[in-house]
């Protein structure tokens, strides 16, 4: 299949995080362009090609952008653009990627969205546990600023815009977009009530635009070829390309893009290189660990884009982190796993997530050892409805759906582990 | 004004009220933790989750953050929402130590109110429970049991928003998380009582309170404390006869939800060793000190007899005071003492604790303008007495001399003007009676009588009428309600006031002139 390589295009060229070698690659060419643009023509573009968030939810990013208030409505304040490079999605390893290989494109599309959104600072949002890219960050952004790319009036255009790297401590909640905000304030990384969104009341009350990493690498690509090359690939609704991290029992895990809408089995099975020898699928987390598990049947019907997924299996595309797991898996075991994250993660504000997490992982650890009854499966699937959709942020639900699915799905092994003839691979 | 809908009921409510409010209005009672009047909005709860229209269909949504507009429709008391209250019980309940036996809030614990009201579910809980820090003894008023905590962070936003110590936080993360202050910290304000009001469950005890009284054998009477020229509103906590302890009572013009640890303390007056029990004539006990007092003021004539009115005292004594003078001495000189000292000073800020530490220096103000001819603390000392009858006012102190070479007090407390005087009639504390103090914003406040007088104490305007009886003519100042409307039919900023109308709130009396109208 014939397609661009927008965001790995440059991943196998050596030192492709040196400016040098960046610029020799175009990143940075469609920055004159970019910034003889009018804004609003920049978002008109962004909007056009119905580029989605690529972080989980898949909100359009143009809409989101337009969201920002006008100069005088926001009184004078002013907008900051930040960048989501919290990667901690269980299953999810393809900013990295982006961050440690690329690190110029993230930076050429901040500077763009910067242009857009009329914005002077913006912030790069790193995990703690990726302080290794953060230092590398700090390295192109030193490059950028000695040639002129970022700072004061960039390439003449009298666009300003500065740019910092800002380390969190290590902790999944500050992916959220207001526990992000949150954490950078210097607060708790805890999510803040909505409204009002940060689009419009984010960081230290500015308007705050919040986007993914390989959100923000998409932009330049599109500002060079235009909205309708874009939406060319993909599919109508899921245009472009994606990256996906595949893990787990593949012969060839790693990060692959792809044009969406490309069959589910053809990632596994051509990308991936298929399963392990004599082995045979039995799950699938397609997007990330917090949406709903699929079985083999689905993976069958399913195309690698936001509709095909929700529609066919009940899933979600979400960040793109694909667990394969074949009949060798203890589910029982790979769910209480999954739980002991979430568990460990709720930031502890709302009730229901913050004893309900705890409680469900307790619960597990003993369907597990094979120390529970069946009524202990009603109770875990009760707390789990108890918590989806009713707390703060989406944690909630990130939690609670793999134990929906799991239970639903593949009911007979939790059913065999209560009953004491489970498989015993714990 | 919006119009909304609370289950059947459509009522307008002021814009921006949020829907807890706005049901509060309607009759509904929302269940919550988190949401306090007068702290910012949390909302991490999720008690208060009601049912609302979307252009998505119903959803659930926390009433809290819900602001009232136009069409806003809720529904309280839906399955859904029934059950999303009984599955936050239980989950609020998993990991609470259920020590209720021995827990302090037990009788004013939300966790058994809407245990009682949403929960009543039979226990899932198989599993051990998360064990935290008990028993931290976090500041002079104050003892934190962490385990009991229901992490609704209102004491947090408390020391963030009111107090702006930001002392304490949220510690850990999960089902760990747990209040806590700061390392090497300790609350070090002047409203740390507050803390254990606004904790809806036992995380956050009084020690002035702790192991001394179930809460459901108290009564609740509403009062004024009298600690300062604020006037907060407060409950009095009583049970048979004895005061356990004050908290404050809502009024959003005066003291909002809050009070001052200081005032809190000033229950242990009441039956403390320093009360004024008995009557007293030249250091005996007497049973005719008023006969006595009234002789001795005769013998003095009337010319060389003072009467200090009492800022301490409340407006019906006040009055008392001055209708005596009027009717049985009309000679005789009347003074009042201003002012606060160098330590009252110290200990007061700009939100509630006022450096006058009388309560009704307002209200003495008045009534010396009203009657003319009162002198101040200057013209006291300059003054040639041979007897100076004082008002609950420790002159002696207040003015630092002995003023006069015979002194007889009206007052509850041992103090040196007690020391000094010659004859001394004990006054009931204003727990222990009807009467009205005019604050600091010239409000005038009721005060209701919780208990009985304690030892020989009768309210200070009865005492006073019984004073002017024996001089031949009574002021007729036994009854407060009537003493009030006597009052108010003379003095024309009182006009039109009553008992009835003060309501709980109290009202905002007339300015003084037409000047301070408008500078108002």
Redesign the interface.
């Known amino acids: 299949m014939d397609f661009p390589r927008i965001l790995s295009g440059n991943w196998e060229t050596p030192d492709s995080h040196r400016l040098t070698v960046a610029r020799s690659r175009g990143v940075y060419s469609r920055l004159p362009k970019a910034l003889g643009m009018a804004p609003a023509d920049i978002t008109a573009v962004v909007k056009d090609s119905g580029l989605r968030g690529r972080g989980g939810a898949g909100f359009p990013t143009g809409m989101k952008w337009t969201f920002v208030p006008a100069l005088e409505k926001r009184k004078g304040k002013p907008v900051y653009l930040l960048c989501n490079a919290d990667e901690s999605e269980p299953g999810t390893f393809k900013d990295r990627y982006c961050l440690w290989l690329d690190p110029h494109l993230l930076i050429e599309g901040m500077i763009i969205a910067a242009r857009a959104l009329d914005v002077r600072v913006g912030y790069i949002y790193i995990r703690g546990e990726f302080r290794y890219i953060a230092r590398r960050l700090d390295e192109a952004l030193a490059e950028a600023y000695t040639a002129g790319l970022l700072g004061k009036n960039i390439l003449g255009s009298g666009t300003d815009f500065d740019l910092y790297v800002h380390v969190g401590a290590g ?1 999944y ?1 500050c992916g959220e977009e207001t526990a992000l905000i949150s954490s950078l304030e210097g607060e ?1 990384g805890q999510p803040k ?1 909505k409204p009002p969104f940060p689009a419009v009341e984010g960081a230290w009350r500015a308007p705050t635009i919040v986007n993914n990493v390989e959100t923000l690498a998409v932009v330049p690509w599109i500002i060079e070829n235009g909205a309708a090359a874009y939406k060319a690939i993909g599919t109508e609704k899921s245009p472009g390309t994606k990256l996906f991290s595949v893990s787990g029992h593949v012969r060839k895990p790693g990060v692959y893009e792809i044009p969406l809408g490309l069959p589910m089995t053809t990632l596994i099975n051509e990308y991936a290189g298929g399963l392990l020898p004599g082995r045979k699928l039995k799950a699938v987390i397609p997007g990330g660990s917090s949406v709903p598990v699929m079985t083999p049947a689905e993976v069958e019907l399913c195309s690698m884009d936001y509709e095909s997924i929700q529609t066919n299996a009940g899933s979600y595309l979400g960040s793109g982190g694909m667990i394969v797991m074949d009949d060798t898996t203890d589910l029982v075991a790979a769910l209480t796993n999954l739980l002991r994250f979430y ?10 997530c ?6 469900m992982y ?2 597990l650890c ?1 369907v597990r050892d094979g120390d529970a009854t069946a009524a ?1 499966l009603v ?1 875990l699937r ?1 707390l789990a409805d ?1 918590i989806h ?4 942020c989406f944690f909630g639900a990130s939690a609670a759906m793999p134990v929906q699915s799991f239970l639903t799905k593949f009911r007979s092994e939790f059913l065999d582990r209560v009953q004491g003839r489970g498989a015993g691979a714990a | 004004m919006p119009k909304v809908k609370v289950n059947d009921v459509e009522l307008e409510v002021p814009a921006g009220t949020n829907m807890i409010e706005a049901a509060k209005l309607a009759g509904v009672e929302i269940p919550h933790y988190c949401y306090h009047p007068h702290l910012s909005v949390a909302g991490n709860c999720r008690m208060c989750m009601c049912e609302t229209d979307t252009p998505r269909g119903p959803m659930l949504e926390i009433a809290c953050n819900m602001q009232a507009r136009d069409g806003l429709v809720i529904r309280t008391e839906t399955d859904n929402v029934k059950a999303v209250r009984k599955s936050v019980m239980e989950f609020l309940l998993v990991n609470h130590p259920l020590d209720c036996p021995i827990c302090d809030q037990s009788g004013e614990c939300r966790l058994q109110d809407y245990y009682m009201d949403h929960g009543k579910y039979d226990s899932r809980g198989n599993e051990a429970k998360v064990g935290k820090h008990k028993r931290q003894d976090i500041g002079e008023h104050i003892m934190l049991d962490a385990e009991r905590c229901v992490q609704c962070s209102r004491c947090v936003r408390f020391g963030d928003e009111i107090t702006h110590t930001g002392d304490l936080a949220l510690m850990n993360r999960g089902d760990h998380t747990e209040i806590g202050m700061f390392p090497g910290m300790r609350l070090e304000h002047d409203y740390q009582g507050n803390l254990a009001d606004i904790c809806p469950v036992g995380a956050l005890t009084s020690k002035d309170f702790r192991f001394q009284r179930r809460v459901w054998y108290l009564r609740e009477t509403a009062s004024v404390c009298t600690g300062c020229a604020t006037g907060c509103n407060i409950q009095v906590c009583h049970q048979e006869g004895e005061v356990f302890r004050y908290t404050p009572r809502r009024n959003d013009d005066v003291n909002q939800s809050w009070m001052c640890d200081p005032g809190r303390d000033r229950h242990v007056a009441i039956g403390s060793l320093s009360r004024v029990l008995r009557a007293t004539v030249d250091g005996a006990p007497s049973a005719d000190a008023i006969p006595e007092l009234a002789r001795r003021i005769r013998a003095a004539g009337a010319g060389r007899v003072g009467f200090v009115l009492g800022t301490q005292a409340s407006l019906e004594a006040n009055w008392a005071m001055l209708q005596l003078v009027r009717a049985n001495c009309p000679d005789a000189k009347v003074f009042w003492v201003a002012g606060a000292d160098a330590d009252a000073i110290a200990k007061s800020d700009t939100f509630l604790m006022d450096a006058d530490k009388n309560a009704n220096t307002a209200g003495v103000k008045l009534l010396a303008e009203w009657a003319g001819n009162v002198g101040d603390a200057a013209a006291l000392r300059a003054a040639d007495l041979a007897l100076l009858v004082v008002l609950e006012d420790d002159v002696v102190s207040r003015v630092g001399e002995v003023l006069a070479p015979a002194l007889a007090y009206l007052g509850t407390q041992h103090n040196p003007t007690t020391a000094a005087a010659a004859i001394v009639v004990p006054v009931a504390h204003v727990v222990e009676m009807d009467a009205t103090y005019l604050n600091r914003q010239g409000r005038v406040q009721r005060a209701r009588r919780a208990t009985n007088p304690l030892g020989e104490a009768v309210p200070a305007y009865q005492a006073l009428d019984a004073l002017g009886a024996a001089l031949g003519r009574a002021p007729g100042t036994r009854m407060p309600v009537a003493t009030f409307l006597a009052m108010a039919r003379v003095i024309p900023r009182l006009a039109g006031l009553d008992y009835r109308g003060l309501g709980t709130n109290g009202k905002l009396i007339a300015p003084a002139t037409p000047a301070a109208a408008e500078a108002k």
Request: charged content about 25%; aromatic content about 4%; overall charge neutral.
């Open positions: 902790a909640i708790k009530l568990a460990h993660e709720s930031c502890g504000q709302c009730t229901p913050r004893e309900g997490c705890g409680w307790q619960i003993r202990d109770t009760d108890n959709s009713k707390t703060i």
